[in-house]
């Protein structure tokens, strides 16, 4: 099979949702001569808005080669969306369970198969400060190096000055419209990479040339110069900082820890990551 046909599960979601997007958007695509016309391929996006899905969705659409999302398998499980979900041909993803690797399986099979598969590496909305890609997960790479499949680099800017990530009362403005920016640019080149060991640090600098790619797509729609280091939400979550406010020493207490830790001695450096089995679904879409 050299491309996935637009079935009926397809069609009526694009009946459903495309009207809504047309009255409160305006729309500006831009690189579809980067989407392959046939064989399998797989596509990296940015995620800066609960809204992008649909308008990345429609512009897959209108390229003809519709495309297979990894999704949280909740939403498979009932109801017209999880119908809708089945129908579609989506992939669903049991994070942290023994099943986690059965989304990398069929996204595999799917590339082979000749199928288009949309990843959002960075697995959750944006929570960089001024909404540029964040520090991606390596599902992605795994199913690159396994497939040796087209990676095509998608940006997205304009649904987020609608629907910012997490938004609070007051911040959705769905008008005046805004201008969903949606461009595809050509594939990365990761042939340096094929035939290595996929191990740790592989797939750690795989994903960092795909996050780059996104990146760049991303600074040419914005016309601005990304900030020279990536954000990792994991990593300033754990900040000692954002230990909650009960946690915190009392005043009473601070100067006793503070002579106990100026006396304890200098941890050891952590151990260097070891690489996850091939596959494992720990860091997915």
Request: hydrophobic share 35%; with cysteine.
């Amino acid at each position: 099979m050299s491309r996935r046909r637009i079935g009926f599960w397809y069609r009526l979601a694009a009946v459903l949702v495309k009207p809504p997007l047309l009255v409160f958007f305006k729309r500006d695509w831009r690189g579809t001569e980067h989407i392959p016309e046939t064989g399998g391929f797989l596509t990296v996006v940015n995620h800066n808005s609960a809204v992008d899905p649909l308008s990345y969705a429609h512009f897959q659409y209108n390229s003809g080669r519709v495309p297979r999302f990894l999704a949280k398998e909740s939403l498979f499980k009932s109801g017209f969306v999880g119908t809708a979900m089945r129908g579609t041909g989506q992939i669903p993803v049991f994070r942290e369970s023994k099943d986690a690797i059965g989304a990398f399986r069929a996204a595999v099979e799917a590339v082979h198969k000749g199928e288009c598969v949309a990843f959002y590496p960075e697995g959750t909305l944006t929570r960089e400060p001024g909404m540029w890609p964040m520090k991606g997960k390596t599902g992605a790479a795994r199913v690159a190096l396994e497939t040796r499949a087209p990676v095509i680099p998608v940006a997205q800017w304009g649904a987020n000055l609608a629907v910012p990530p997490y938004p609070k009362r007051g911040e959705i403005k769905l008008f005046p419209r805004k201008t969903l920016i949606v461009q595809a640019g050509p594939p990365i080149d990761l042939s340096e990479f094929y035939g290595r060991e996929p191990t740790a640090a592989v797939l750690r600098a795989v994903t960092d040339r795909i996050m780059d790619e996104i990146t760049a797509q991303l600074a040419d729609v914005r016309g601005e110069d990304p900030p020279p280091q990536r954000y990792d939400h994991r990593a300033v979550e754990q900040r000692p900082e954002q230990v909650p406010p009960q946690q915190q020493p009392q005043n009473g207490q601070q100067a006793e820890s503070s002579q106990r830790a100026d006396d304890a001695p200098q941890a050891r450096p952590a151990q260097q990551d070891t690489a996850p089995p091939s596959g494992a679904g720990g860091e997915n879409a």
